[in-house]
């Protein structure tokens, strides 16, 4: 039986009333976003280029300086947020439904949002060589995530 009231619960603590699969799901998840902002934030040439796909933009002076400071400051954001989920994993597990819920926030929009505000971004061949994997993987990663949070706000008995 699904429990909404565990995606706000009224104590935060260690304890989560769910199967095994949606605990060890978010470390692993976790671990996964924690390496991705680990490439954003301090290989940013190498995860802008190599792994998103994007082109080296040429000009004077030279954009692609700044261009790896943003992406390194997303990186640093994306590692904020792992660095909470990672408190929650040792220290309150209660809150795992809920760092679902914004895990679901912030890859749903990269297909609800993406294509709306930077349909222009999203041309290949224009800024990109091919698909970002953000971009590509995203509705996989969604029904993961979705899969999972679902599965968290079960008892361990279902």
Same mark, same amino acid.
């Given at each position: 039986?699904?429990?909404?009231?565990?995606?706000?619960?009224?104590?935060?603590?260690?304890?989560?009333?769910? %199967?095994?699969?949606?605990?060890?799901?978010?470390?692993?998840?976790?671990? *996964?976003?924690?390496?991705?902002?680990?490439?954003?934030?301090?290989? /940013?040439? $190498?995860?802008?280029?190599?792994?998103?796909?994007?082109?080296?933009?040429?000009? /004077?002076?030279?954009?692609?300086?700044?261009?790896?400071?943003?992406?390194? &400051?997303?990186?640093?954001?994306? #590692? #904020?947020?792992?660095?909470?989920?990672?408190?929650?994993?040792?220290? $309150?597990?209660?809150?795992?439904? &809920?760092?679902?819920?914004?895990? &679901? *926030?912030?890859?749903?929009?990269?297909?609800?949002?993406? %294509?709306?505000?930077? /349909?222009?971004?999203?041309?290949?061949?224009?800024?990109?060589?091919?698909?970002?994997?953000?971009?590509?993987?995203? %509705?996989?990663?969604?029904? #993961?995530?979705?899969?999972?949070?679902?599965?968290? &706000?079960?008892?361990?008995?279902?």
């Amino acid at each position: 039986m699904i429990n909404i009231s565990k995606i706000l619960p009224k104590t935060a603590n260690n304890e989560l009333n769910s %199967p095994k699969l949606a605990i060890w799901g978010f470390i692993i998840f976790t671990a *996964l976003m924690t390496w991705r902002a680990i490439i954003h934030m301090f290989f /940013e040439s $190498y995860g802008f280029h190599d792994i998103a796909n994007f082109k080296i933009i040429t000009g /004077e002076p030279d954009p692609m300086p700044i261009i790896y400071r943003f992406f390194s &400051l997303w990186g640093s954001v994306q #590692l #904020l947020f792992c660095m909470v989920c990672w408190v929650v994993t040792f220290k $309150y597990k209660s809150l795992i439904p &809920l760092m679902y819920v914004f895990w &679901l *926030l912030e890859w749903g929009s990269r297909i609800f949002f993406y %294509p709306i505000i930077r /349909e222009d971004i999203a041309i290949i061949g224009l800024y990109t060589n091919n698909i970002t994997p953000g971009i590509e993987f995203a %509705p996989y990663i969604v029904i #993961l995530i979705a899969l999972l949070f679902l599965l968290s &706000l079960t008892d361990k008995k279902i």
